[in-house]
């Protein structure tokens, strides 16, 4: 099914075309939510033909609210055949309107807009175009079955436990997937994200999102463990070319992130092909997000071949204590001298950097190095007490 999906943005475009042939117009196809899918060439050179608010739908792939609100007065949401609307130029619409509703089983799934004239498309082409907008709906409706389909199981795999359950679920998704599912993918999470899942569509090169319950080290808990409260991530499924190209793995998540807003942080996994590593795969994913966030200069996208320590940090169950020796200098009281040390070490030891770094004098910095000691116990000449000391700083970011 998912094979064929991958098509249907040129499906739309070619039932589009034939609309605008049939009645010898420019159309433009959006969805019940007034997004723009597709729309014909415009080669008139009537500068009226070209709107407000037919220019902005174009540029913007959108309309305003007050557009939608407008033209739904005109009942379109409930008819069933083609519905004239009338030019208002105080609204921005300076022609007529045809208004084609794009049905499937009664329930209405979009719109064809066409520029109307006098006298008009006679009504055997308006049937015939009612025709076309009517196998436009069975697309839409495909579309977003296929969409559902996917973002249940998909969620399904991610968060069933070990053995048959994830055997099941993981079955559930390749047969859905079709041929898709021996492709390379690589899996990207968004968190925290704010609300349901967006529509496939709407992210190119996608074959699944799902919400996902955000648990303990960025494990999905199962859904008997997630309550209300439980924070969310967003889960991508993103295909890909080759794994040398992560261009479309990267724009999805760069996109994703924006959409939820300020604060949130994206991973992505290293490319897989097919779906047996599917579970290791989001873990990836989980880590970079978590990295990210913890650590600006790996974020707001990270990749889990670049964030380094925190491969093994992310490992760690993030409600482990903090180790007995740093308690003390991760307290608030110590937010300076636990910097100090992290920088030192992120300096691999070497003073002159560490205090140009920190912009402070050597003997600021021996001062500081002496009380961290102090604190801790740990002796930084020591290569173990140093290895602890920097793990124990970047897993207190997680």
Known sequence: MCARMSDVKGDYQDLV???????????????????????????????????????????????????????????????????????????????????????????????????????????????????????????LADEAQAGADLSREFRAVLTAGRGWQRDMAMAALRAALGPDADGLHAVVCT???????????????????????????????????????????????VRLRSADALAPALTAAERLRASAGPGAAAGVAVPRRGLAELPTSWHEATAAARA?????????????????????LTALPDTAPHDVAVRALLSPAHTELARTAEVFLDCAGQAGRTAAALGIHRQTLYYRLSRVEQLTGLDLDDGEDRLLLHMALKASRL
């Not at 902005?56 to 939608?68: E, G, M, N, W």
């Not at 529509?199 to 960025?218: F, H, I, K, N, Q």
Request: hydrophobic share 45%.
């Open 17 to 139: 075309d034939e609309i605008s042939a049939l009645l010898g117009a420019p159309a433009t196809l959006e969805d019940r939510d007034f997004k723009l899918i597709a729309f014909g060439a415009h080669d008139s050179d009537d500068d009226t033909a070209m709107d407000p608010v037919r220019t902005r739908s174009i540029l913007t792939r959108r309309s305003t609210p007050a557009v939608r609100a407008w033209f739904e007065g005109f009942g379109i949401t409930r008819a069933t055949g083609p519905v004239r609307i009338p030019a208002a130029p105080e609204a921005g619409v300076n022609r007529d309107r045809v208004c084609l509703p794009v049905r499937h089983r009664g329930i209405v799934l979009g719109y064809v807009w066409l520029l109307d004239a006098d006298p008009g498309p006679a009504e055997d082409r308006l049937a015939a175009a009612m025709e076309v907008a009517s196998r436009i709906g069975g697309l």
């Open 292 to 312: 990210a966030r913890a650590e600006a200069r790996l974020g707001p996208v990270a990749q889990w071949s670049g964030i380094g320590p925190y491969r093994l």
């Open 191 to 237: 968190t925290p994200w704010p609300g349901e899942a967006p529509s496939v569509r709407t992210v190119a090169g996608t074959a699944a999102l799902c919400v996902v319950p955000w648990g303990s080290y960025g494990e999905a808990p199962s859904d008997e463990d997630a309550g209300d409260a439980v924070p969310q991530a967003l889960a991508a499924l």
